[in-house]
């Protein structure tokens, strides 16, 4: 049965990353709801799996309450976890970069600077775990936890850097995109987009220094056959810099059209909106400068 449960989890996991966060929610509460007096490890484990996978859904909806509610609910059973093991270990760490993401969405940038310093000042290398050194498994999700500690404190700084217009923060910025980089060169097997999306870091701050011909370039390095939405985002950006309304109307729209939902995405449409408005003011066509003129609007009340 506990195996069974942890199949239905990755079925969950599948379908969270199909972007159905209904099916996937409705499914890892069905396990949390019946296992809930089960306390053997397996079924701790796959109450932990469960529990991620619905943090990541209300982070994503940016119902940041009920995430801090289901990280909670990990963090204590973590702490009667049975075994303080390598696994256990690893599960904390985890949650602490999770704690980190959710203080940063909320705009709590030195406390999530903070904490991933802790984090990743005791975070030991995978050759302190040497029963992992043959484990691809193990070493991969090592290596995925501290890119991901970098590429937050990364977008930390870079938030630092919007509230107080300070250009050190995005040296900062820079360097830890950079460690997460070269922490995800670490994979085994190589994951063949992470030069791609580090190139998109470096484009957005680029963008910020007002960098936009050379932010261009870096982007049209992006060589995947299926763009991600960030690409056609810092595209419409980057043209309506560079004065070229056509092109950034046509990457507006591309990225409007992509399925995706992440707190990034819903502040990058209010972003998107403005630059739609401003361009058909521009052309004179008023309805529609104020269609996204109001859908900007509605979307800033949304996220406030």
Known sequence: ?????????????????????????????????????????????????????????????????????YLNQKINLLDNYPQKNERHFRAKINTQINLALLKNNLGFHQEA??????????????????????????????????????NILGESYFALNSINNNDKYLDSTLNNYEKAFLEAEKF????????????????????????????????????????????????????????????????SYKFLNFNNTSPNTEKNKIVVYNILANLYNNNYKIDSAFRYSKLALGMLEKLN
């Open 188 to 251: 085994i097997p190589k994951h063949q987009n992470s030069l791609s999306f580090y190139h998109l870091r470096i484009a957005n701050v680029l963008i910020k220094r007002k960098q936009y011909k050379k932010a261009l370039k870096l982007v049209n390095t992006f060589d995947l056959v299926k763009k991600s939405q960030d690409y056609y985002f810092l595209k419409s950006l980057i043209f309506k810099n560079l004065k070229r309304g056509d092109s950034s109307l046509y990457y």
């Open 1 to 69: 049965k506990c195996i069974s449960d942890n199949g239905k989890n990755n079925i969950a996991s599948a379908y969270y990353k199909a972007g159905n966060f209904i099916k996937s929610e409705e499914i890892a509460l069905e396990i949390l709801t019946r296992l809930k007096d089960e306390n053997s490890i397996c079924n701790i484990n796959n109450k932990l799996f469960a529990l991620t996978r619905i943090f990541w859904i209300k982070n994503n909806q940016r119902k940041f309450d009920e995430a801090f509610n």
């Open 113 to 150: 600077i903070a904490l991933l310093k802790e984090v990743m000042n005791t975070y030991p290398s995978i050759k302190d775990f040497p029963e992992n050194t043959n484990d691809n498994n193990n070493n991969n999700i090592i290596v995925a936890n501290k890119a991901s500690a970098y």
